[in-house]
């Protein structure tokens, strides 16, 4: 069965930090992979979804880079702000479309 | 991209009463997914609804306590039967859409049993 790791569980940076967020999945035969973002008490948004055949993806401040081999993804979060504080989520879809979750990312930037 | 709208956003309910969580979707999608996420802890699929058959449900939930209805190609429910404390969570429909099937989520609903 797919399991999905994330690393670390909690980080809290000075804001205008670059950071780095890990996902480590044990099952390579993945279709995509996605990172959302949630906020407390909320649902999750999508961020960024690499395809099984990609190895990164680009929107603004944020770069996903996907290693299917190896079973790694990483977020790449560049100048982050206060208004970036949230978790982060991993998720891997199987080719029988069935989504695994990490138990994420709690980012705190301070301002 | 989806439009999901779930609701309630949040609710507090007593012990044995039941709540029904319902979510609407923008356009037709074949699946709609429920999912838990207890305090603290990641999002478990508690089942898949698909228009004109049973849901299909994991392991460790039965139709007899999440009840689900799927009466058409973008509304589903969810209902949380007899609830206990334990039922505390915050529970999130979802549906995957395009060609990379892209995962959409609700706003989510969380749910406090007293």
């Known amino acids: 069965k797919q399991e999905v790791t994330q690393i670390p569980a909690a980080l809290s940076v000075p804001e205008g930090e670059n950071l780095v967020l890990n996902c480590s999945f044990t099952?390579?035969?993945?279709?995509?992979l996605q990172w959302f973002r949630q906020d407390p008490g909320k649902g999750l948004t999508s961020l960024l979804l690499?395809?099984?055949?990609?190895r990164e993806q680009t929107s603004g401040r944020l770069n996903a880079s996907l290693d299917k081999s190896s079973g790694r993804s990483t977020l790449y979060i560049a100048a982050s702000q206060p208004g970036d504080s949230a978790t982060y989520l991993c998720?891997?879809?199987?080719?029988?479309?069935?989504?695994?979750f990490g138990s994420g990312t709690k980012l705190n930037v301070k301002p | 991209s989806a439009v999901i709208s779930q609701k309630p956003s949040r609710d507090i309910c007593q012990r044995g009463t039941s709540l029904t969580i319902q979510c609407q979707v923008d356009?037709?999608?074949?699946?709609m997914f429920w999912y838990r996420q207890q305090p603290g802890q990641s999002l478990t699929l508690i089942a898949t609804?698909?228009?004109?058959?049973?849901?299909?449900?994991e392991s460790g939930f039965v139709i007899d306590k999440f009840p689900i209805s799927r009466p058409n190609l973008t509304f589903s429910t969810l209902t949380v039967s007899n609830m206990s404390p334990e039922d505390s969570s915050i529970y999130l429909c979802?549906?995957?859409?395009?060609?990379?099937?892209?995962?959409?989520f609700g706003s989510g609903t969380q749910l406090s049993v007293l």
């Open positions: 998720a891997v879809q199987n080719n029988f479309n069935k989504f695994y």
């Open positions: 690499i395809q099984s055949s990609q």
């Open positions: 356009s037709q999608v074949t699946m």
């Open positions: 609804a698909n228009q004109g058959s049973e849901a299909t449900y």
């Open positions: 099952d390579s035969a993945i279709y995509n």
């Open positions: 979802s549906v995957n859409r395009g060609s990379d099937e892209k995962l959409f």
